[in-house]
T-cell receptor, first 110, second 113 residues
Framework: QKEVEQDPGPLSVPEGAIVSLNCTYSNSAFQYFMWYRQYSRKGPELLMYTYSSGNKEDGRFTAQVDKSSKYISLFIRDSQPSDSATYLCAIPDWANNLFFGTGTRLTVIP | NAGVTQTPKFRILKIGQSMTLQCAQDMNHNYMYWYRQDPGMGLKLIYYSVGAGITDKGEVPNGYNVSRSTTEDFPLRLELAAPSQTSVYFC????????????FGSGTQLSVL
C-alpha cells in the first residue's frame, strides 16, 4: 500500500467554481500535511501546510484534514484560470521522508 | 535572489553515456535534495544531504551518485545512462527542518535514447 494516494484527475472546471482535491494516506502516525502547486515546466512550490486535524484557510484556499478517515483535502473557492496547475499532496514521516501524491492536474476554463 | 538553480534545462543522452546535473542554491540552506518525477508516479527522492560532506540515499538511488563539497552546490551524477532514467529531475533545498518551506528548482528534463 502506498503511503499517499491521490485522485489523478485531470480535473476541468469553469472559472468561479469550487474545486476539491483529495488524498488518502496509510499511516495514522502522520502529523503534518502539505499541498504543493506545480505549474507546467516548473518545480513544485509549497501552497499550504497543516498540522493534525481540522481546517486551515488562506485566502481562497482551504486545507482540511480528517485523521479518523486518513483523508486530506484542498478546496479552492472562486477558481481562477491562474489556478490551472498540478496540485500535489505531500506528507513527511518522523524521519523527515516526504511522501508525495502523484498529483492532480487542474484546468480552470475562463 | 536566484533561489535554486538547475542546469541544464533539457538534455538528451545516449544509452551508456554519463552526465552531471548541476544544482546550486544561494539561500545558505543546509539540506539539499534530488528528486525525480515520472508521469503518474509522483516525486521520488534519489539522494539528499544535510550539510557539506554529508550525503545519504533516498528511495531510488541506483544508477546515481552525489557529492556535497560546499553548502551551495549539490551535483547529481548519472553513470551509464539507461532509458529507465528518462525523467524530470528536481533539486530542492530547505532550512534545517523539512517541515520548513522546501524550495525547488525548475527542473532538468532528461531523455535517454
Amino acid at each position: 500500500q502506498k503511503e499517499v494516494e491521490q485522485d489523478p484527475g485531470p480535473l476541468s472546471v469553469p472559472e468561479g467554481a469550487i474545486v476539491s482535491l483529495n488524498c488518502t494516506y496509510s499511516n495514522s502516525a502522520f502529523q503534518y500535511f502539505m499541498w504543493y502547486r506545480q505549474y507546467s515546466r516548473k518545480g513544485p512550490e509549497l501552497l499550504m501546510y497543516t498540522y493534525s486535524s481540522g481546517n486551515k484557510e488562506d485566502g481562497r484556499f482551504t486545507a482540511q484534514v480528517d485523521k479518523s478517515s486518513k483523508y486530506i483535502s484542498l478546496f479552492i473557492r472562486d477558481s481562477q484560470p491562474s489556478d490551472s496547475a498540478t496540485y500535489l499532496c505531500a506528507i513527511p514521516d518522523w524521519a523527515n521522508n516526504l511522501f508525495f501524491g502523484t498529483g492532480t492536474r487542474l484546468t480552470v476554463i475562463p | 535572489n536566484a533561489g535554486v538553480t538547475q542546469t541544464p534545462k533539457f538534455r538528451i543522452l545516449k544509452i551508456g553515456q554519463s552526465m552531471t546535473l548541476q544544482c546550486a542554491q544561494d539561500m545558505n540552506h543546509n539540506y539539499m535534495y534530488w528528486y525525480r518525477q515520472d508521469p503518474g508516479m509522483g516525486l521520488k527522492l534519489i539522494y539528499y544531504s544535510v550539510g557539506a560532506g554529508i550525503t545519504d540515499k533516498g528511495e531510488v538511488p541506483n544508477g546515481y551518485n552525489v557529492s556535497r563539497s560546499t553548502t551551495e552546490d549539490f551535483p547529481l551524477r548519472l553513470e551509464l545512462a539507461a532509458p529507465s532514467q528518462t525523467s524530470v529531475y528536481f533539486c530542492a533545498s530547505s532550512p534545517d527542518s523539512l517541515l520548513e518551506k522546501l524550495f525547488f528548482g525548475s527542473g532538468t528534463q532528461l531523455s535517454v535514447l
